[in-house]
């Protein structure tokens, strides 16, 4: 619903910490379930994760994220 303030407060340094300790355990198929800017994405281990699918991307944070 808001793209920007919510991707502001995911960068902050706990949230930051958090993700790259959960995320990278992600393997196979992942869903990100509100994809929001895509903060989620640089953290996919690629060697990991066969496909990313993304559910319910507001239109303008879709295009950050793209």
Given at each position: ?66
């Amino acid at each position: 619903m808001l793209p920007w303030p919510i991707d502001w407060a995911c960068r902050r340094s706990l949230s930051t910490r958090r993700r790259t300790l959960v995320i990278p355990r992600a393997c196979g198929r992942v869903l990100e379930v509100g994809l929001g800017t895509g903060r989620n994405l640089p953290h996919d281990d690629a060697t990991r994760v066969q496909r990313v699918v993304c559910v319910d991307p507001p239109p303008p944070a879709e295009a950050v994220a793209a």
